[in-house]
């Protein structure tokens, strides 16, 4: 072609045309959703907070800080939603971060400009931004008051910022002492009827059994740890009783109500050996340090293992997803979720692998951007009560269920046993300020109406295994040290070192290889600064501790 | 022409490598291709190899139902379509007048542009800059900073340098003006490197996924990778949420637990497809321009 | 070379004269000039962020300046010998063998006569910059796997080893893993610029070369090579300035996310450390002055191997 520019013109031209009136259409941040402007006067359900005569339409934005999420239906497409939008006027928009979290929170506040409501994890960076741009809700906190019913005083205070003030609303709280957690050991049924039963308790049980493993069937991995060692934690923690797994993660061992240094604690070390010789010996999967999350699912799902640990294996994902698979080919195959796998002589009902945060998953709060904050509180907070949960959850009264038991959590009625999965899946709206003891405690009454074979597997392993092996961690609010101070930097190069180190002594061929690095890591731990990043976290653990008062 | 025995032995030799090599590239694409139309459920078993097992269309329905897709494919169109003519027009002209030694301050220009190659404000200043142009939030934050490149200034530049200098005498001594120069000759005997040029820059374009994730937030705005991921996040993030009923912790790699392989691999083949397209359809002007011959004469 | 055309002239050629002579010239600079200060000029101050501590909240101007503080943190740190290693070794193997790769890519296609064969390869051999590292990774874990992968099925099978190795557990195997799976995505995309730049050579060339009895080797090597090394100069002179840039998404995934402890020894680059512990935790001061350490060091590498070339060659940047 001698002139590609006049064709280029034209081109150009088509779609300048095209574009503009693209971006003319796309002038507002909310598509497809009508916004309810439907004022119908209260129905049965209304709970007395919201109403004053007819609602106000309120609408706000509610900004979601993780990379993964992306709304999957409007505001008002489940049933809940659909009840909240209609009767009570309630819209909001939820944000997402297109996949750039850590960006697109930086350039708001950079450019002053925030959403209404941002949901994000608990934690020093969360600190910053909610004392910068957080509206203090103290002086809200008692007149609508569920927050403080539901979550608890103690859960509050815990939560307040430094200058005293509440702030952050959480999600999936927990009140009262029932716990959660999903770490933990399952065993191949199969294999292990074949091999007799054994007993499976303790390490030495483990070694015998996955020996006997080894050398009946030649192709099967022993032992298969999840990725990145995420398990590493649960095996820490089941060589003391009553463990504060938590505090591995920070390199650190909780001792007689103080932080001390991982060397100081001798059962550290213990925990670290086994996984050596386990390893060394060949029981467990080789790849453990390479293995995508794909890979490990692959191996769960084709029941080439007898033992397997992870930190999510009482989940739909691993364990149950493996266990379905299995299952097609009979009755007899499968897993099963074991109590943990612990010290010899240790009393085993005291044995905790799992922690939890009375404090929830994360926390939302709401900015000075927000136009009514007040108003928007007293919807969130309504939202958090039990009839908020109910409505979010499970759909209103007349739909799912039409009574509620003693306890307050909702009957399902006929029409939900006859409804598909997929039907199911589809009730329960955005909730991000949940009500854990009540929402568990509600799906376990309809789990346990379910004769026994159809019960979920991952409800059946949380609630027989799981659950009784957590502990709460509540009292790890807040004791990470700052990202930009010293004890932040050290922890940084903390983490790096016993990454490293880790991955040297499980690998190493022998004992003495196995002492030499540890012993590396030990002086290197000291040269960066261990102690000192030891006695920040101590402090911080004493003030939670004094907040928390003596338990 | 007459070949040699040698010579015949050495073309198969590298036909032979290069099928070869064709292979390695073949079988990984077949496979994502296998696995796009697989059960994700079924794919998390393994050992899909250039079949499907499971065969399935749900995961091209869950990418392409959903209605934002459309809007973002003519977002990304637009996008290529005017980013790279706006990029080619303005840095091809650049990278001409560089490579005149006699222009004056070249070497201020080079050392000037160069230098931005190396330091840059970072995101937030960036942003900032975006904010007061009143960028933020249009469709034209993803192709105006997109003009100028330096990189590919330079490429413009070595090419337009090879041109032969008889040629611009002989066209200037017949009264010709740099402009007409550039445009009706200059240009006319590059356009393989414009050809590549815009290769590239259309394949950058139509791939970009984070500037409109920082820049953009109304959805109708976004382009088509970008969306893509939007998609297949909301359908991964839509389980885990139901997960997360149950405990609160160890969010560390979950999502990964979720990502369906074949969603995300069906997204790939839907974003690709188009764009390959792209490179055999430009390949034809990297054919020499036709009027070096008329120097000789 | 063109010389200006000098006219006749009475009074000394001024500089005004003599620019606006260029008019045209220069006006086809002018907007890229305006282009470049606009957006890469007016935000450039955000380099100086690496010289404060800066605090997001407070704004550029109320943060405190800090000199070289994070500067020195990063050189003082006992892993920097390690971070500098892996990132100069790892560039230096990816541009010992992945700069050549493209350049044979290209000659072996155009040694390639049938016209559709040419081009079906050609598309085909560019297809895997188009598949995401992602993906990619998980690919590489598959073929690699110690289990089942097929490499380790196929040495097997041919007699090479006994067992099975674990390939992505090894130190000694990861920068090769990395440069073949670099070259093996990239190479057909990167052989287009050197591909364009063969067609722009004289068949006329070619023809007297067979002429006088040149064998194909010897084509390549007096007439091909020669007419390309422009373009094979000024490239090899920009990537010697990215020396520096080791590479980030295939490290980051290969090394699962940088949490592989037993690769961290030859994978710890200083793209890989920013992200850890710059980009990660928001320590925007602290990744912008490595960043700024970096860019120092490119710069550095690139005025050199632009004074080699203007020496040794006559193309070079500036």
């Known amino acids: 072609m001698r002139k590609p520019s006049k064709i280029l013109v034209l081109l150009v031209t088509i779609i300048t045309v095209l574009s503009l009136v693209l971006s003319g259409c796309g002038g507002n941040k909310t598509s497809g959703n009508t916004s309810g402007e439907t004022q119908t006067p209260g129905t ?458 880790f991955a040297k002594m499980v690998f190493a061929k022998n004992d003495g290889e196995f002492e030499q690095q540890f012993e590396l890591m030990k002086q290197e731990m000291h040269e960066a600064g261990y102690e000192k990043y030891l006695n920040y976290l101590n402090t911080k653990y004493q003030e939670n501790l004094a907040k928390l008062g003596a338990k | 022409m007459l070949q040699s025995r040698s010579e015949k032995i050495a073309n198969y030799i590298i036909i032979g490598l290069l099928i070869m090599f064709c292979f390695t590239v073949l079988y990984p694409f077949l496979n994502i291709l296998a696995i796009s139309f697989n059960v994700g459920t079924d794919t998390q078993k393994g050992g899909i190899t250039l079949w499907p097992r499971a065969f399935t269309t749900e995961n091209y329905y869950v990418v392409l139902h959903d209605s934002r897709l459309l809007n973002s494919f003519f977002i990304s169109v637009a996008r290529t379509v005017l980013g790279t003519a706006s990029h080619i027009f303005f840095t091809a002209m650049f990278g001409y007048a560089m490579s005149k030694k006699y222009l004056l301050n070249r070497k201020f220009y080079m050392i000037f542009s160069i230098f931005t190659m190396y330091f840059s404000g970072g995101l937030i200043p960036v942003f900032l800059l975006f904010r007061d142009l009143k960028l933020i939030d249009t469709f034209w934050v993803m192709v105006i900073p997109n003009i100028i490149s330096v990189w590919d200034m330079i490429i413009f530049r070595t090419f337009f340098s090879e041109l032969p200098v008889e040629l611009e005498e002989s066209a200037k001594l017949d009264g010709c003006n740099d402009y007409l120069y550039y445009f009706k000759i200059a240009i006319p005997l590059s356009t393989p490197v414009i050809a590549a040029v815009s290769v590239f820059n259309a394949i950058y374009h139509w791939n970009s996924w984070f500037d409109a994730a920082v820049f953009i937030n109304n959805e109708k705005l976004l382009p088509i990778q970008t969306m893509l991921n939007n998609i297949i996040n909301a359908n991964t993030s839509a389980q885990m949420l139901m997960e997360m009923n149950a405990s609160a912790q160890e969010l560390i790699s979950k999502r990964q637990q979720f990502t369906s392989k074949s969603l995300v691999s069906a997204a790939m083949m839907v974003t690709t497809i188009p764009i390959i397209f792209v490179y055999p359809f430009a390949q034809k002007y990297f054919t020499k321009g036709i009027m070096v011959g008329s120097l000789k004469g | 070379m063109a010389k200006k055309i000098q006219p006749l002239k009475l009074k000394k050629d001024s500089y005004i004269m003599r620019f606006s002579r260029q008019w045209q010239l220069q006006t086809m600079v002018l907007p890229a000039i305006i282009f470049i200060f606009i957006f890469m000029y007016l935000p450039m101050w955000g380099v100086l962020i690496g010289f404060k501590d800066y605090n997001i909240y407070k704004g550029f101007a109320e943060s405190p300046w800090v000199g070289l503080k994070h500067f020195r943190y990063f050189i003082n ?239 070079s940047l500036w």
């Not at chain 1, 600190?127 to 809200?140: A, C, E, F, I, R």
């Open chain 1, 44 to 501: 049965s359900n209304q709970p007395a907070a919201e109403e004053d005569g007819k609602p106000k339409p309120l609408k706000f934005t509610w900004y979601i800080h993780y990379d993964w999420f992306s709304p999957d239906h409007q505001w008002g497409e489940r049933l809940g939603e659909k009840h909240i939008l209609e009767t009570m006027g309630v819209e909001i928009e939820f944000v997402s971060p297109n996949g750039a979290a850590q960006q697109k929170l930086a350039t708001m506040i950079a450019a002053d400009e925030f959403p209404d409501v941002i949901c994000m994890d608990r934690g020093p960076e969360a600190n910053t931004l909610m004392m910068n741009v957080g509206v203090p809700l103290d002086d809200w906190m008692y007149k609508y008051g569920n927050f403080v019913n539901e979550a608890g005083e103690e859960t509050i205070n815990m939560l307040r910022n430094e200058d005293g003030k509440w702030r952050q609303m959480p999600n999936w709280y927990i009140s009262g002492d029932k716990g959660n957690g999903n770490s933990g050991w399952i065993i191949n049924k199969k294999i292990y009827k074949e091999l007799g039963e054994p007993r499976l308790e303790t390490y030495d049980d483990l070694e015998a059994y996955l020996a006997k493993v080894k050398q009946t069937y030649p192709d099967v991995i022993p032992m298969v740890v999840d990725p990145q060692w995420r398990c590493k934690r649960v095996i820490l923690g089941s060589f003391v009783e009553n463990a504060d797994v938590w505090a591995y993660d920070l390199h650190a061992v909780v001792k007689d109500n103080n932080l001390v240094s991982i060397f100081d604690e001798p059962t550290y070390k213990e925990g670290l050996y086994t996984i050596y010789k386990l390893f060394n010996k060949g029981y467990i999967n080789q790849d453990a340090f390479t293995q995508t999350q794909e890979q490990f699912l692959e191996k769960l799902k084709s029941g080439n293992l007898a033992v397997a640990i992870s930190g999510a294996i009482a989940t739909e994902a691993e364990g149950e997803a493996g266990h379905i698979e299995l299952v097609k080919n009979g009755p007899e195959y499968g897993y099963k979720m074991i109590w943990p796998i612990h010290k010899t002589g240790l009393n085993k009902d005291n044995i905790k692998v799992n922690d939890f945060s009375s404090l929830g998953w994360n926390i939302s709060f709401i900015t000075k951007s927000a136009k009514e904050p007040e108003r928007i509180f007293e919807f969130i907070d309504w939202l958090t009560s039990k009839e908020g949960q109910t409505i979010i959850q499970f759909g209103p009264k007349g739909e799912y269920w039409d009574e509620v038991d003693e306890n307050g959590y909702p009957i399902p009625n006929q029409r939900y046993h006859n409804a598909s999965d997929d039907e199911k899946n589809l009730i329960p709206g955005n909730n991000w300020v949940g009500n854990t003891s009540f929402i568990d405690g509600a799906k376990a009454a309809r789990e346990m109406l379910l004769p026994e074979g159809q019960r979920k597997w991952s409800t059946e392993a949380q609630v027989t295994v799981a659950f009784k092996t957590t502990k709460n961690s509540v009292a790890a609010y807040g004791i990470q040290p700052p990202v930009e101070s010293e004890e932040g930097y050290i922890r940084s190069r903390l983490d790096e070192l016993v990454n490293n180190y």
């Open chain 3, 77 to 315: 740190l006992p892993e920097f010998p390690r971070i500098m290693k892996n990132t100069l070794g790892i560039s230096i193997a990816k541009l010992v063998f992945g700069f050549p790769a493209p350049i044979i890519l290209a000659l072996m296609l155009n040694e390639v006569m049938n016209a559709s064969l040419r081009r079906t390869i050609q598309t085909i051999s560019y297809l895997p910059h188009f598949i995401s590292w992602v993906i990619v990774a998980g690919f590489v874990f598959e073929l690699l796997s110690v289990n089942n992968g097929s490499v380790n099925l196929l040495l097997r099978w041919l007699g090479i080893i006994d067992e099975n190795i674990n390939w992505m557990s090894r130190k000694e195997y990861f920068w090769g893993i990395l440069v073949v799976v670099n070259i093996w995505k990239g190479v057909g995309f990167n052989a287009i610029i050197y591909l364009a730049a063969i067609s722009g050579i004289d068949p006329t060339l070619y023809e007297a070369a067979v002429v006088e009895g040149a064998g194909k080797l010897k084509r390549i090597i007096y007439i091909t090579l020669p007419c390309i090394s422009t373009t094979i100069i000024i490239l090899l002179i920009l990537s010697v300035g990215n020396i520096l840039n080791a590479g980030y998404d295939d490290i980051m995934l290969l090394t699962n996310m940088g949490k592989n402890g037993i690769l961290y020894d030859v994978s710890n680059t200083i793209d890989i450390h920013v992200y850890t512990w710059g980009i990660e935790k928001q320590r925007f001061s602290y990744a912008t002055a490595v960043g700024v350490f970096k860019s120092v060091l490119n710069v550095v590498m690139l005025y050199s191997a632009n004074a080699i070339s203007r020496k040794l060659s006559d193309s």
